[in-house]
């Protein structure tokens, strides 16, 4: 910033013009002499040299003048906050611009179309052990291979059925349809039938999820049915699933969709109408009913593909939590279903297909080709990889690293692995990497000696920091040597390997994506207090709030411990009673009689280890339905008084399904 100098001459100042003395434009001086139009920024407040004795009259005039630059001074302050706060905004906005505006230059750079002759960096291999490379390492190999693509879609067509899901099925090709009525409805319900498998799917496996799917759809095959029933219904039939939060969302997900005098009952087939009209509907879910059911090019990313794309690009980060790994591998799979629906569009360009409106051409490759790397995610390139069935092994950066790795061992042979040493300019290394942390054995040493290995542990964790800039130092081949093998090696089919040298190379290959440590768990007690009635033999059970963990189920009164870890059958008996006191009519305290503690019931959440211990109550008396218990309970949970088979068919959750498995074997004895 300049520094300025403010002109200004002492003069006396008029009334009008102390009034507007904050507002006045004022010229400044730059150091080179430039004037400066404008408020000033960095204010200096005029000093008053040393004069003679005044006169009163002239006095007066220079503190009238000083309270004129005192409040001018005041007032540029205000205006110097008020600007710079805006200058912080201003970064902030420009800040995510500039990032946005990154990160397309970027993903142009990755996975636009490229020339037949690719630059030197696009092909080199990562320096082996830190892995040093350039950016364009990350470009997948799959995108400029069509062979390739090809092999990974013929291999899920000849596994698709091996697992027998329900859910999988034909393509319906739309184009030419003779009864627009039909084909909406035959839509209809396939966009419905893909959507709930893709909820249902999400952190469950596939042998569970079969027998709920097919159970949900015998009782409401179509969306209609589903927008019909009623809310407890639809969390009973989620039950042992999980996250219920999402079968309340589907639910009001499937009212609105046929309620929408737009859909009348039909999913949109655009990924972003999906997100933006459908209820708990994210990107990954829109991107797979857009492509499996309406042959759209749209990426279908969850787990088991942020995984495959991992080790496919090289790429080693955090797929869980690093927004910027998860937007890249998110861009590398957007362009890879859109080079798939192009091979298989007839000019090679899915949009000159369908000259009328100017989309794309609609296809089952999309649709395929999402369920092709959800599959090989799920059943082979698992956390642990069987990279010996790999359809696209020959394309896999985490693959090539490996054998390399082998081929130092001496497990294969040097000329089948691409091991030459590359230059990589520093200032093309990739930023989207994290430090690899490599083992002794990946050094390609083979066997040491004691002493050998005390050293390589002491010197691991300075090896681990400097790896990248050392491996940038000490290269000495050509790039353009090592890219011309690289082509040449990964166009051909891979060899043929070993045993051990396929445990080497699965080993590195693990270690894709970047391993996050877990948060620890939290650990809660609570108190879960069935309370019978005599007089019929009800239970008072509660609705959870709808909203948070477990919402809208039923339970038994619960009450979490205010000293958890600390408990004793003493402590947790006492709190019961005061917590079950509340519940019931004060006036009349000796109706109520502590039966005992019936046992304790561990629970594991996603984010949450509870423990709830199961205490018994008996209600004396002949109490109605509404008398002396509370039917909204102090924290808003809604409260009734149900038999043993209405609690039986109540919407709970498995945990709390387990207590009252306790309290019912208790009423049998």
Request: net charge positive.
């Amino acid at each position: 910033m300049r520094r300025s100098t403010r002109i200004s001459s002492r003069q006396s100042a008029s009334p009008a013009v102390i009034s507007d003395a904050a507002e006045q434009e004022t010229r400044y001086f730059s150091e080179d002499g430039e004037v400066v139009n404008g408020t000033c920024r960095k204010t200096i407040r005029t000093k008053r040299t040393a004069q003679s004795p005044r006169s009163d009259d002239s006095f007066s005039n220079d503190n009238y003048q000083e309270r004129i630059e005192e409040n001018t001074e005041d007032a540029y302050e205000a205006v110097e906050k008020s600007r710079a706060k805006r200058r912080r905004v201003a970064v902030r906005s420009t800040s995510k611009k500039e990032n946005a505006k990154t990160h397309s230059q970027l993903y142009e750079r990755l996975f636009g179309s490229r020339p037949n002759s690719a630059p030197a960096s696009f092909t080199s291999a990562a320096v082996l052990p830190g892995r040093a490379h350039g950016i364009d390492y990350h470009r997948p190999l799959l995108l400029d291979n069509k062979k390739g693509r090809d092999s990974l879609l013929q291999w899920f067509d000849q596994v698709s059925t091996k697992r027998k899901m329900p859910w999988r099925k034909a393509w319906i090709d739309g184009r030419g349809a003779e009864d627009d009525g039909e084909l909406r409805q035959q839509l209809s319900r396939r966009a419905y039938e893909v959507w709930i498998s893709e909820v249902m799917l999400q952190q469950t496996r596939v042998a569970v999820v079969i027998d709920y799917w097919n159970r949900w759809m015998a009782r409401w095959p179509t969306i209609r049915d589903l927008a019909g029933a009623a809310p407890d219904d639809v969390l009973g039939a989620w039950r042992g699933l999980g996250y219920y939060s999402r079968a309340t969302r589907i639910h009001e997900a499937a009212k609105l969709v046929c309620a929408d005098p737009d859909m009348r009952g039909l999913l949109p087939d655009k990924v972003s109408e999906l997100v933006a009209k459908v209820p708990g509907v994210g990107r990954y879910t829109a991107g797979a009913i857009a492509a499996i059911v309406f042959g759209k090019p749209a990426p279908m990313v969850d787990g088991n593909v942020l995984r495959v794309l991992s080790r496919q690009l090289g790429l080693f980060g955090d797929v869980k939590s690093d927004k910027t790994i998860i937007d890249a591998l998110w861009a590398a799979a957007d362009c890879l279903v859109r080079a798939v629906a192009q091979d298989g569009s007839k000019t090679g360009n899915t949009m000159l297909d369908d000259p009328e409106d100017g989309e794309e051409q609609p296809s089952d490759r999309p649709g395929r080709w999402g369920q092709a790397l959800m599959e090989l995610g799920s059943t082979v390139c698992t956390p642990k990889p069987n990279c010996a069935l790999c359809p696209i092994s020959a394309s896999c950066h985490a693959y090539d690293e490996g054998l390399q790795i082998a081929a130092r061992k001496g497990l294969v042979e040097k000329s089948t692995a691409n091991s030459d040493n590359v230059v990589v300019d520093i200032e093309d290394a990739c930023t989207l990497c994290k430090p690899f942390e490599f083992a002794d054995e990946d050094d390609g040493s083979g066997g040491k000696d004691d002493n050998t290995s005390k050293t390589s542990k002491q010197k691991k964790s300075k090896a681990q920091v400097q790896a990248t800039l050392q491996s940038f130092a000490f290269t000495t081949h050509t790039a353009a040597k090592s890219a011309k093998k690289s082509r040449t090696a990964r166009s051909s089919s891979p060899v043929q390997l070993d045993t051990a040298a396929l445990d080497v190379i699965a080993n590195h290959a693990r270690k894709f994506p970047a391993k996050v440590v877990k948060k620890a768990v939290r650990e809660e007690e609570t108190l879960v207090c069935a309370i019978r009635r005599r007089s019929d033999g009800r239970y008072l059970i509660h609705r959870r709030p709808d909203k948070g963990l477990l919402a809208g189920m039923w339970e038994l009164p619960s009450h979490p411990l205010e000293t958890p870890h600390n408990s004793t059958p003493k402590t947790r008996k006492t709190e019961a009673e005061q917590y079950v006191s509340g519940l019931v009519d004060k006036t009349q305290p000796n109706m109520l009689k502590y039966v005992s503690e019936l046992g304790s019931v561990p629970w594991l959440f996603s984010h949450l280890k509870l423990t709830m211990h199961v205490h018994l109550f008996e209600l004396k008396g002949d109490v109605g339905d509404d008398e002396r218990v509370e039917q909204i309970s102090g924290d808003g949970k809604r409260g009734r008084w149900s038999d043993v088979v209405s609690i039986d068919h109540a919407s709970m959750g498995t945990g709390m399904r387990k207590c009252w498995a306790l309290v019912k074997g208790a009423d049998e004895v």
